[in-house]
């Protein structure tokens, strides 16, 4: 709710559509589990503080404009970041689907216990479940309007009232229905400090902040693609405005947000134009919650389960896997590293591996240590309309922070030559930023111009990482 009511007045994005998403579920569960020390409750008020915290550092991060340093992340990284994300939220929500309740433990215990959860499960929750999977697989087929997942949740709603999943639940003590009170003032839960000084707390903060500010910077840009109007978000002030959301989330015992891609994308298809769409998505959810917790209380969470591993699978599908590997085998080296070190033993660890793994193979590939972290190039005016952009030396994920903001900050509607005839090595997260550039100036009015050839590309995808050589005109 204060992703829509506040964070969309104070945003620096046009069409995202801000609040909680799957892919913050593992990072709070892991805090609350971690924090709790067994007390889930006690956990959960520890894991308020770190998003208030969480909250507080991306503010700082938006107002020192830091927002753009999430370029710093190669793409194959993020990706694999996602697909681990994904893979876990299938794990973990499989027994939910099943109706079955794992015994708490490591991911990987929870993974190996989902063949004993088969042959515990409840028929009536799995029959929901994969009528829900059904329905979002099958339902581009029907073209339409109506969202997918409303059809999903009103299924499961109308199995749950003819199975009675109410009643069953409360009879055995399982939970199958989505729980919340019927006085609204009863769910606020205030954040619990007493943890601040604890190494739980800070690896808590700093994956809900990681996460949060990854995904909020990579979906503001990937939603600005969309944008028929062509704007351009300001990424500092919308990490800002988050981080002030999160701060509000966490004083109030909420969940915290991120702009979540798939309701932005759906925003945008549906024809929003301005933020006040992210507004009222959260003034609608507010009414809900105030005039019909009733109806929120007869949803079966097996129908929720169900949009998340299929949210899940969104994430980590084979045809991710696939694309990765279309761009070369280092991207799905690097890609593959990271799922495993965050499914081994964390986010951060995993991310952090892939980065090393890239900065590794780029030393083995020649670059020179001083030219690892910065980058070489001069921009010279040809004439009146005309700029020549010259790269010396390699152009890397880890370099080419100040070379996008000398592009970025070009004046529009000139010719702007990109000579790369000097250049050494360009990496695929370089590439993919010079062909997004290249779009967008263009559509400006602009006009830009690729020079030199390379001596050897990393595989055939068009973005390719790429070794650079004196010659022709592209």
Not at 99 to 124: H, K
Not at 273 to 298: C, D, E, M, R, Y
């Amino acid at each position: 709710m204060s992703g829509g009511l506040l964070v969309s007045r104070i945003s620096g994005s046009y069409l995202t559509i801000n609040g909680p998403a799957a892919g913050l579920i593992v990072v709070i569960l892991a805090a609350v589990q971690a924090l709790g020390e067994g007390d889930a409750m006690a956990g959960y008020r520890c894991t308020l503080a770190a998003i208030v915290v969480a909250g507080a550092i991306q503010v700082l991060m938006g107002a020192f404009r830091i927002g753009q340093l999430s370029a710093f992340f190669p793409a194959s990284v993020v990706h694999g970041m996602l697909a681990a994300i994904g893979l876990i939220i299938i794990a973990t929500q499989s027994h939910v689907m099943l109706g079955a309740a794992p015994a708490s433990g490591s991911l990987f215990s929870t993974i190996v216990q989902i063949p004993q959860s088969v042959l515990d499960m409840n028929p009536e929750i799995f029959l929901i479940s994969f009528l829900g999977l059904l329905i979002l697989m099958s339902w581009p087929l029907v073209g339409s309007r109506v969202p997918a997942p409303i059809i999903v949740v009103l299924v499961g709603m109308l199995f749950a009232w003819h199975f009675d999943l109410g009643q069953v639940s409360a009879a055995n003590g399982s939970r199958f229905m989505v729980s919340i009170s019927d006085n609204f003032l009863a769910d606020f839960y205030f954040p619990d400090f007493s943890k601040l000084f604890t190494i739980a707390f800070w690896e808590a903060v700093v994956s809900i902040n990681l996460v949060g500010s990854l995904e909020t910077l990579l979906v503001a840009t990937a939603v600005d693609k969309q944008d028929p109007y062509k704007r351009t978000s300001d990424l500092d002030r919308d990490l800002t405005a988050v981080g002030i959301g999160n701060m509000v989330a966490g004083l109030m015992g909420g969940l915290p947000m991120i702009a979540e891609i798939v309701r932005s994308s759906e925003n945008v298809n549906k024809g929003a134009k301005t933020a006040w769409a992210n507004f009222f998505h959260g003034l609608l959810l507010l009414l809900f919650l105030v005039l019909f917790p009733g109806i929120i209380q007869s949803i079966p969470l097996a129908s929720l389960a169900a949009l998340l591993v299929y949210t899940g699978y969104r994430l980590a599908s084979p045809k991710v896997f696939a694309r990765v590997m279309d761009i070369g085998k280092e991207q799905f080296l690097m890609f593959v590293v990271t799922i495993i070190g965050v499914l081994a033993v964390d986010l951060l660890a995993g991310v952090a591996l892939g980065i090393v793994v890239k900065l590794a193979i780029n030393l083995l590939r020649g670059v020179w240590l001083s030219n690892l972290f910065k980058i070489h190039f001069t921009v010279r005016q040809q004439d009146n309309d005309t700029l020549v952009v010259k790269l010396l030396g390699s152009a890397l994920f880890s370099n080419f922070l100040p070379l996008k903001k000398a592009l970025t900050d070009l004046e529009p509607g000139k010719t702007i030559i990109l000579d790369f005839t000097d250049g050494y090595l360009i990496d695929h997260t370089v590439m993919e930023f010079i062909h997004d550039f290249r779009q967008h100036y263009e559509a400006q009015g602009g006009h830009c111009q690729k020079v030199g050839k390379a001596l050897e590309t990393f595989s055939d995808h068009t973005l390719a990482g790429r070794l650079m050589t004196a010659d022709d005109r592209e």
